[in-house]
């Protein structure tokens, strides 16, 4: 019951976070339309799709602007998010969806996705939310996902993610949420929070990490939630209670 109440909550959160980007609408005759249009094939192409979700409705009839989980801009018909959570896709993610360069949202959260996370996520400039947690992705962390600059949410919890944390994490300015609990993510937590202002939750549980909590976590002055659960061989820290009122360790 608590695990469906976090995956609630969790997906509200995205929702929230959907409803100040731009809404569908098409706009015949933009630059790009095709970049867009063989992503999304790609995309499509590297899954099973069990249920035929997609088969039946990313169809060639219809403007991929109006197809299931897909949104575009109000002013041309570019692809602003690829939203299907809780979809039962089964495939991996095709590297053609950095190509989505208008792209603000990409979220996948408990879609049966096996594979890597694509490098050329990096290349999605404009991103702002990035989720693809409950799935079966394996590998490392890419590093290009540090030039996601305008990244507000990381969340990638409940897969089989190996390595280390990026320290390219630390160009990630913007971000507001951190989620990287239940991976095989191992090494010391790096020195990347001073330059994480806006970062309210922060959730590094059940990983292998060990070392010492960086002391720029403790300075951080939104941070509301601090989750460092089932981590192997962590230091405690000093933190303030006023600054991080709800610390679990």
């Given at each position: ?22 809404a ?13 249009l063989?992503?999304l094939l790609?995309f499509?192409?590297q ?16 403007s991929?602007?109006?197809w299931?989980?897909v ?5 041309r018909e ?23 360069s208008?792209?603000y ?6 879609s ?5 996370i694509p ?13 693809l ?19 507000e ?5 409940e897969n089989?993610l ?24 191992s ?7 001073n330059?994480?202002?806006?970062l309210?939750?922060?959730n ?13 976590i ?19 820290c ?5 600054i ?6």
């Open positions: 019951m608590q695990h469906a109440s976090y995956k609630a909550l969790h997906l509200l959160h995205l929702v929230l976070l959907a409803t100040v980007l731009p569908a609408a098409v706009s015949s005759g933009s630059n790009g339309t095709d970049t867009d063989d992503a790609a499509k192409a899954l099973s799709d069990p249920l035929g979700v997609l088969r039946g409705n990313w169809t060639p009839g219809t991929f602007c109006h299931l989980g949104s575009c801009s109000q002013r570019r692809v602003t998010a690829l939203a299907l959570p809780n979809t039962p896709l089964h495939g991996s993610i095709s590297p053609y969806i950095g190509n989505l208008f792209l949202v990409l979220n996948l959260t408990n049966n996705l096996t594979g890597t490098a050329e996520l990096g290349w999605l400039h404009r991103l702002r939310v990035l989720a947690p409950w799935n079966s992705l394996s590998g490392y962390i890419p590093a290009t996902v540090g030039n996601l600059t305008r990244l949410s990381l969340v990638l919890l089989s190996s390595g280390l944390i990026p320290d390219e994490l630390k160009d990630l300015q913007n971000l507001r949420r951190l989620d990287l609990q239940t991976n095989h993510l090494g010391k937590i790096p020195e990347v929070f330059n994480t202002p806006y309210s939750y922060l590094l549980g059940n990983n292998s990490l060990w070392g010492t909590i960086p002391v720029g403790g300075s951080l002055p939104m941070l509301q939630i601090l989750s460092c659960k089932i981590i192997t061989s962590l230091a405690p000093l933190l303030t209670p006023s991080i009122p709800s610390c679990k360790f």
